[in-house]
Nanobody, 123 residues
Framework: QVQLVESGGRLVQTGGSLTLSCVAS????????WGWYRQAPGKQRESVAITVDGGNTVYDYSVKGRFTISRDSAKNTAYLQMNNLQPEDTAVYYC?????????????????WGQGTQVNVSS
């Protein structure tokens, strides 16, 4: 079993900064990609930032230049540094990871999600 646990969400004022963390635990062989997503009340979940092996990153246009995704492979952890936060950034933030494990002597790859962490930006 692999678990992802997000942390770092809280209430922050407009223009403030936060860093979210996502830690993966379990019998992990490798984490091939990480993603941060968010879901605001009444809206669909949307992609915020993705990083893949090799360091390539993709950001949604709404956060480009303000958010930075990074990873620490030794710690099986991903981060989302968020600067200049705006009220429209208020949402539950989820991380996901494309994870490889060994199951029945075979390497299996799947995507797993965390439970989310709430970010509230006051105006």
């Amino acid at each position: 079993q692999v678990q992802l646990v997000e942390s770092g969400g809280r209430l922050v004022q407009t223009g403030g900064s936060l860093t979210l963390s996502c830690v993966a635990s379990g019998s992990i062989v490798s984490i091939n990609s990480w993603g941060w997503y968010r879901q605001a009340p009444g809206k669909q979940r949307e992609s915020v930032a993705i990083t893949v092996d090799g360091g390539n990153t993709v950001y949604d246009y709404s956060v480009k230049g303000r958010f930075t995704i990074s990873r620490d492979s030794a710690k099986n952890t991903a981060y989302l540094q968020m600067n200049n936060l705006q009220p429209e950034d208020t949402a539950v933030y989820y991380c996901n990871a494309d994870v490889s494990i060994f199951r029945d002597s075979r390497k299996v790859t799947f995507t797993t999600w965390g439970q989310g962490t709430q970010v509230n930006v006051s105006s």
